[in-house]
């Protein structure tokens, strides 16, 4: 019920591709939904986040897309760069519980090829 | 820009020992965390502090584990009698707890990479 499951586990693209990451939850209580991208040697640093009454967030390269059906949401990179080079995680959080932990998924690295 | 800052960067203990993890949340922000990750896994959540009191704990969290805002800036982690399995990279956040554009963001200090011999 709290976990979050991230596929797949590891990507390579090439320079200029598009990157998908997909990530699906079973508790439905969940209702923030952020991305965080984590370089070697550093902390999860946030990326985009997406609340469940929108379909799609854009920030730059970077879009979220949620089906609350579903429960599934996704991480699309576009015009994938070297320097996106980096280990993602989706993660989720309900209200009024822990002061909104954050429930990680598995993880994801992506190797963009130059 | 502020950020989360903690110390040491890199603990080596033996088996059995205390160690105390120090953080500095962001200065303004009232919600600080512990999360851990042990090498190649996801990062997991132990503790979330608010009002000087611990709001939830992970199964993790267990009677080893205890955390202390001792001063105005400080938040620490203390593993009481460390284990070879409580080897893992420790994160420190902290979120002001505010809706709006950054919804609850948690910022996330660069961790202790703590190696339990």
């Known amino acids: 019920q709290q976990q979050v499951k991230q596929s797949p586990q590891s990507l390579i693209v090439q320079k200029g591709g598009i990157s998908i990451i997909n990530c699906a939850y079973e508790n439905t209580a969940f209702d923030y939904f952020p991305w965080y991208q984590q370089f070697p040697g550093k902390g999860p640093a946030l ?55 954050l429930t990680f998924g598995s993880g994801t690295r992506l190797q963009v090829q130059p | 820009e502020p950020e989360v800052t903690q110390t040491p960067s890199h603990q080596v203990t033996q088996m059995g020992q205390e160690v105390i993890l120090r953080c500095v949340p962001i200065s303004n922000h009232l919600y600080f965390y512990w999360y851990r990750q042990i090498l190649g896994q996801k990062v997991e959540f132990l503790v979330s502090f608010y009002n000087n009191e611990i709001s939830e704990k992970s199964e993790i969290f267990d009677d080893q584990f205890s955390v202390e805002r001792p001063d105005g800036s400080n938040f620490t982690l203390k593993i009481r009698s460390t284990k070879l399995e409580d080897s893992a990279m420790y994160f420190c956040a902290s979120s002001d707890g505010t809706s709006g554009h950054s919804y609850n963001e948690q910022f996330f200090g660069p961790g202790t990479r703590l190696t339990v011999l």
């Open chain 1, 47 to 101: 990326l985009i986040a997406i609340r469940p009454d929108v379909s799609e967030k854009k920030e730059g390269r970077f879009t979220i897309s949620f089906n609350k059906s579903a429960k599934q949401f996704s991480l699309h990179i576009m015009d994938s760069q070297p320097g996106d080079s980096a280990t993602y995680f989706c993660a989720a959080s309900k209200p009024d519980t822990g002061r909104r932990a």
